[in-house]
């Protein structure tokens, strides 16, 4: 079966400082994979998706970048973070040929930026 | 613009009542409506998902309803258990491309009180 990890899952940052969040997935080969904010009250926001390795499409301007170094690890990175970064933090993943099937979501996680 | 809304925001109920969640969209082309609940802290996972032919999926105790032609779906939910307590998400994919096809729903809270 596939299972989805992330790490961090509760991470207190100050303003300024470098990110670095992990998501893998087991089970499954070529997933795309997804990053989603979800700011509090606030819907999913989709930030990054992958449908292979070293490709990245970015859905919103703004101070993260994303990254896929193996097929089933996608990293979300930030060099200075800022405040409006805090937020929950959800990783997924899709399998099929389009990005159209059913996500399956990670844990999450809680970034707090002080 | 593909929207998605849902009503009510947030809901309280006692444990062993009934009660229905609503999603209007404005999604197009349809694809297909998928029902996500999000207990919290943790990832969404799916409950159901209806194609434009279906008009309604059961899940246990949880049955999702759609009418194309309005653009509404439900979410009932019966003889509500404590475990019940979550955020509902309505997801509205579009097989017509835009950023990656889904449109999130803010969700609705749910509270199921002893």
């Known amino acids: 079966s596939q299972t989805i990890h992330q790490w961090p899952a509760t991470l207190v940052q100050p303003v300024g400082s470098p990110l670095s969040l992990e998501c893998t997935v087991e089970g499954t080969s070529n997933p795309n994979l997804y990053w989603y904010r979800q700011a509090a009250g606030r819907g999913l926001q989709l930030l990054f998706y992958s449908v292979g390795i070293g490709q990245i499409s970015s859905e919103v301007p703004q101070n993260l970048s994303a990254s896929r170094p193996q097929d089933r690890q996608f990293i979300l990175s930030s060099k200075k973070l800022l405040l409006s970064d805090s937020g929950f933090y959800l990783c997924?993943?899709?399998?099929?040929?389009?990005?159209?099937?059913?996500?399956?979501f990670g844990p999450g996680t809680r970034l707090t930026v002080l | 613009k593909n929207q998605v809304e849902q009503s009510p925001q947030s809901l309280i109920i006692l444990e062993g009542k009934n009660c229905t969640l609503q999603?209007?969209?404005?999604?197009?082309?349809?694809?297909?409506l998928r029902w996500y609940k999000q207990d919290t802290g943790r990832g969404p996972v799916s409950l159901t998902i209806?194609?434009?032919?279906?008009n309604t999926k059961s899940n246990g105790r949880y049955t999702a309803t759609l009418d194309a032609d309005t653009k509404q779906s439900s979410l009932h939910i019966t003889a509500s258990q404590l475990s019940d307590s979550a955020s509902y998400i309505c997801?509205?994919?579009?097989?017509?491309?835009?950023?990656?096809?889904?449109?999130f729903g803010k969700g609705t809270h749910l509270i199921i009180q002893p």
């Open positions: 999603c209007n969209y404005t999604v197009s082309p349809f694809s297909n």
């Open positions: 997924a993943w899709s399998a099929g040929q389009g990005r159209y099937n059913e996500q399956f």
């Open positions: 209806m194609t434009f032919s279906e």
């Open positions: 997801v509205v994919t579009s097989s017509g491309g835009g950023a990656d096809g889904l449109t």
